[in-house]
């Protein structure tokens, strides 16, 4: 059996990908399912929280006895967080936001027309996370993810390291993505990072039970 270690606690999930509109049929996407905060917000569930999931654009059944609030764009997603954080005592930002949206967004179908496209204006969307942190409640819990690659300027836990000092959460679910890591067969699939400097690797695993290492992470520091 679960733990009922979250009884009670009020937790806030974003999960998908947002689309930012250019007009009334087109977007600029992202090729985020949701999956991984969907079994957040399941496995939260079972384990005792009253859950709200802000979904975006994810085609996934609603989990048993969650709330499930659906969005499309960062800024409707953005307005919902804000909103539901005032009343959450963990906040979970698992979803994929566009860094960028289209300054414009053209009221009617753009046409094909004859002459050349002109080039797409983008402006940068806020970060939702940096400002639940900044506005939460003393005590409140907020975690955010991270997807790195290794470069020249760094590994995958530098640059990990970074966006937890960068972002202020108080927990990072850190994985490493990019070209070949589906063929290898080390078991360090990501890291749990915490603010107060703690590292956890976390092995490779299905995503629910991904889920399960985060609630414990959480958990630990609901009642420390
Ligand atoms: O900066 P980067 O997009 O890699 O950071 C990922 C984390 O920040 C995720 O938790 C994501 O949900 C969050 N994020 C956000 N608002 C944005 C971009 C990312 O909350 N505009």
Redesign the pocket.
Known sequence: ALPRDLDGRRVLI?AGGTREPLDPVRFLGNRSSGRQGYALARVAAQRGAEVTLVAANADLPDPAGVHVVRVGS?AE??AQ?LRLADESDVV????????FRPVNRAEHKMKKGAADPDALELT?????????VAGRRPGVVV??????TGDVSGDVLHHGRE?LR??G?DL??LNEVGEGRAFETEDNEGWLLYADGREQTLPRAAKSELASMVWDGVSALLHA
């Open positions: 974003s960062a997603l953005r967080m979970v930002m698992s979803a994929a936001v566009a860094d940068r969307n806020p970060d939702i996370l940096v400002e639940l975690v955010g993810f991270a997807a790195e966006k960068r972002k959460c990072l679910v």
